[in-house]
């Protein structure tokens, strides 16, 4: 950490640590936010910045009290002992922030060009990857666009979308496919109807994604920071607002594997905020945040 000559960020961090003159329910130190950020580094290449302290004891605090401990060191202890807790542990501190149809015009790119030069080239099989897929928003997304555009030349087509991600917890909730009422507002009701079953009883104010989406996509935890157990080839990889918590290195090799695992003519999908062409020169800009593998 670079310490300001007045003391004042070391001043602020600590101040933040000792929650701002609020009392903690239980002791919090640096020691221990910055084990946090270790193990996050170490096992998901994720980069937690210094502001990010709170954070930490918010998301983990309702692990410690469901395991009845009494400090944050005893909770470390536990995670490295117990690999059911280290799954824990990293579903609390991976962001899992999504929304159906997200930047709308990846979709758009899909259904328009991407699918026109498939057509172009006799091409009728598809392998999409989804990473970073959370609770399944962007993969049915994906899976809804395909069906919306194909319509009924979908059955002659064999399309397979892969999702993945590091959160055991969210990945059962994605291939679950249930969702709240709330998180499908948005959606224009022809869609909501030709895709969506509406919960009755019990099941009230929730919808369900129909299986002729769900039977296009299948579900698997992966983790983007350790070698992948793939092997392609992608027509399609998205993989947005993921790499934004990677140090640049961390993003570069990502994007090594990314390009390896791409077919030729192969496309990666990167959030807004993401700038894979200033970390390699195997893939080049082909459109707002979509990229091209290069021959």
């Given amino acids: 950490m670079h310490t300001a000559p007045d003391g004042t960020q070391s001043a602020s961090l600590a101040a933040a640590i000792a929650g701002q003159g609020r009392t903690r329910e239980f002791p919090y130190t640096r020691r221990d936010f910055d084990w946090v950020r270790r193990v996050l580094h170490d096992h998901a290449g994720i980069e937690l910045a210094e502001h990010k302290i709170d954070m930490v004891y918010n998301r983990l605090v309702g692990r410690l009290r469901a395991l009845s401990l009494s400090?944050?060191?005893?909770?470390?202890?536990?995670?490295?002992?117990?690999?059911?807790?280290?799954?824990?542990?990293?579903?609390a501190m991976t962001t899992n922030l999504t929304a159906f149809f997200r930047e709308q015009h990846h979709f758009d790119f899909l259904a328009g060009p991407f699918l026109e030069q498939c057509r172009s080239r006799g091409k009728r099989q598809l392998r999409?990857?989804?990473?970073?897929?959370?609770?399944?928003?962007?993969?049915?997304?994906?899976?809804?666009?395909?069906?919306?555009?194909?319509?009924?030349?979908?059955?002659?087509?064999?399309v397979r979308i892969l999702a993945s991600d590091i959160d055991s917890r969210v990945l059962q909730t994605a291939a679950d496919g249930i969702y709240s009422l709330e998180r499908i507002s948005k959606l224009d009701p022809k869609r909501l109807a030709r895709h969506f079953l509406r919960g009755t009883g019990s099941n009230a104010g929730r919808v369900r994604i129909k299986s002729h989406i769900q039977q296009l996509i299948s579900f698997r935890q992966i983790n983007l920071m350790r070698p992948l157990p793939l092997k392609g080839p992608f027509d399609l990889i998205f993989c947005r607002n993921v790499m934004i918590y990677f140090n640049n290195e961390s993003q570069a090799q990502l994007l090594d594997r990314f390009a390896d695992l791409?077919?030729?003519?192969?496309?990666?999908?990167?959030?807004h905020s993401e700038s894979p062409y200033r970390l390699t020169q195997r893939l080049r800009l082909s459109g707002s945040t979509i990229y091209r593998k290069v021959h």
């Fill in 71 to 91: 400090s944050f060191s005893d909770y470390a202890k536990r995670v490295e002992s117990d690999p059911h807790e280290f799954g824990e542990f990293i579903n």
């Fill in 128 to 158: 999409i990857w989804s990473a970073g897929c959370s609770m399944g928003e962007e993969p049915y997304s994906i899976a809804m666009t395909l069906a919306e555009a194909l319509g009924n030349e979908l059955a002659e087509w064999d």
């Fill in 262 to 271: 791409l077919d030729a003519d192969g496309v990666l999908v990167v959030g």
